[in-house]
T-cell receptor
Framework: DTGVSQDPRHKITKRGQNVTFRCDPI?????LYWYRQTLGQGPEFLTY????????KSRLLSDRFSAERPKGSFSTLEIQRTEQGDSAMYLC?????????????FGPGTRLTVT | SQQGEEDPQALSIQEGENATMNCSYK?????LQWYRQNSGRGLVHLIL?????REKHSGRLRVTLDTSKKSSSLLITASRAADTASYFC???????????FGKGTSLLVTP
């Protein structure tokens, strides 16, 4: 199976620590997305890459969040100085570049718990 | 911000019955998608309907789209216990990139 993979699947960290998550998209997909999902809510968009270019960022992405996709393949999402409000499931998705009609394939997510 | 709003928030039915859930959204869209999420398989794409389409079928799924009312419905026919999951509609607004999800409908199918 060559679906979207994310690592780690679970992360527990203390408030104030930095954390980094990795996403490996489906190999032929050049679009990559990050979402955040809290309990009882749908996923909320954070940021989007086309190849290595970060083209869109949500207002949810504060200065403590940074995402990269250095070679247009895998991506990392770093959260600096974590806060308890950052506790959530972080989802990565990828898609082909096919204009405006596309489906996104999601990874299993990284569950972050900030204590 | 979340654009889609699903209704009902929760739905409980018996196996073999049909399940209908609705989604309303606020702005113009290029397409609307439905996703399913359960603890075992994460978020899975079910079906995409373009703004110029009114109805689409995929197996036991039937989706309708009414752009004049900014609403969509998802019908699951002959439901099975394995359909138990949360169902989300997602729209693309006008950017075509970010998906805006609703809060979802939690479906429970009992044997």
């Amino acid at each position: 199976d060559t679906g979207v993979s994310q690592d780690p699947r679970h992360k527990i960290t203390k408030r104030g620590q930095n954390v980094t998550f990795r996403c490996d998209p489906i190999s032929e997909h050049n679009r990559l997305y990050w979402y955040r999902q809290t309990l009882g809510q749908g996923p909320e968009f954070l940021t989007y890459f086309q190849n290595e270019a970060q083209l869109e960022k949500s207002r949810l992405l504060s200065d403590r969040f940074s995402a990269e996709r250095p070679k247009g393949s895998f991506s990392t999402l770093e959260i600096q100085r974590t806060e308890q409000g950052d506790s959530a499931m972080y989802l990565c998705a990828s898609s082909r570049a096919q204009g405006f009609s596309y489906e996104q394939y999601f990874g299993p997510g990284t569950r972050l718990t900030v204590t | 911000s979340q654009q889609g709003e699903e209704d009902p928030q929760a739905l409980s039915i018996q196996e073999g019955e049909n399940a209908t859930m609705n989604c309303s959204y606020k702005t113009s869209i290029n397409n609307l998608q439905w996703y399913r999420q359960n603890s075992g398989r994460g978020l899975v794409h079910l079906i995409l309907i373009r703004s110029n389409e009114r109805e689409k079928h995929s197996g036991r799924l039937r989706v309708t789209l009414d752009t004049s009312k900014k609403s969509s419905s998802l019908l699951i026919t002959a439901s099975r216990a394995a359909d138990t999951a949360s169902y989300f509609c997602a729209t693309d607004e006008n950017s075509g990139y970010a998906l805006n999800f609703g809060k979802g409908t939690s479906l429970l199918v009992t044997p």
